[in-house]
């Protein structure tokens, strides 16, 4: 089976800092990452996904995140926020081509952009 | 394309209620999907369906029913409502091979009273 744990509900940084936003899963297969954005009122979109291949992922919006198996982490960085990056950020998991069908979703991270 | 239509946007049940959640998209997708947002605890896979006339059960499918007679929709059904389903719902789809990302509608919010 698979889980998904995002440390910390809330993160708050300054326009033009650092963002990081920390996710380590479990999986008792490869597994397939996906961090994901909702907007206030809206569905999830896709930010990005890792499968196979290289292990840092660039998304859009200026976001990327960096596959490291060692320490079951994919945690998600942007080198200078945005005030539009203001939103939920949620990091999912499944367990490979076998477990594709059930994306297991952490508990969500709000980020909040101080002027 | 519309993408991921749900409706209705809101809705305020009485327990014991049942009603039907609807959700449509037109992308072709084969893979559907329900999942629950509660504050807190991320999204939760209800039930899912990789194609016509096939559905199966995610984490939390207790008092909730799902068919899959088209590919386009996917409806969720609850039978009997009880405050414990007080969430919001989304509805989501994809292509076949798990590494596609998830289509998303904008959510129906259910609240039972």
């Known amino acids: 089976a698979q889980s998904v744990t995002q440390l910390g509900s809330h993160v708050s940084v300054s326009e033009g800092a650092l963002v990081l936003l920390r996710c380590n899963y479990s999986?008792?297969?490869?597994?397939?990452l996906f961090w994901y954005v909702q907007y206030p009122n809206q569905g999830l979109q896709l930010l990005l996904k890792?499968?196979?291949?290289?292990?840092l992922v660039k998304g859009i919006n200026g976001f990327e995140a960096e596959f490291k198996k060692s320490e079951t982490s994919f945690h998600l960085t942007k080198p200078s926020a945005h005030m539009s990056d203001a939103a939920e950020y949620f990091c999912?998991?499944?367990?490979?081509?076998?477990?594709?069908?059930?994306?297991?979703f952490g508990q969500g991270t709000r980020l909040t952009i101080n002027p | 394309n519309a993408g991921v239509t749900q409706t209705p946007k809101f809705q305020v049940l009485k327990t014991g209620q049942s009603m039907t959640l609807q959700c449509a998209q037109d992308?072709?997708?084969?893979?559907m999907s329900w999942y629950r947002q509660d504050p807190g605890m991320g999204l939760r896979l209800i039930h899912y369906?990789?194609?016509?006339?096939?559905?199966d059960q995610g984490e939390v499918p207790n008092g909730y029913n799902v068919s899959r007679s088209t590919t386009e929709d996917f409806p969720l059904r609850l039978l009997s409502a009880a405050p414990s389903q007080t969430s919001v719902y989304f509805c989501?789809?994809?292509?076949?091979?798990?590494?596609?990302?998830?289509?998303f509608g904008n959510g129906t919010r259910l609240t039972v009273t």
């Open positions: 989501a789809s994809r292509r076949e091979g798990g590494y596609s990302p998830l289509h």
């Open positions: 999986s008792s297969v490869p597994p397939y």
């Open positions: 890792y499968t196979t291949g290289a292990t």
């Open positions: 999912a998991v499944s367990g490979g081509i076998q477990g594709a069908q059930k994306l297991v």
């Open positions: 992308m072709n997708h084969e893979y």
């Open positions: 369906s990789v194609g016509a006339g096939i559905t």
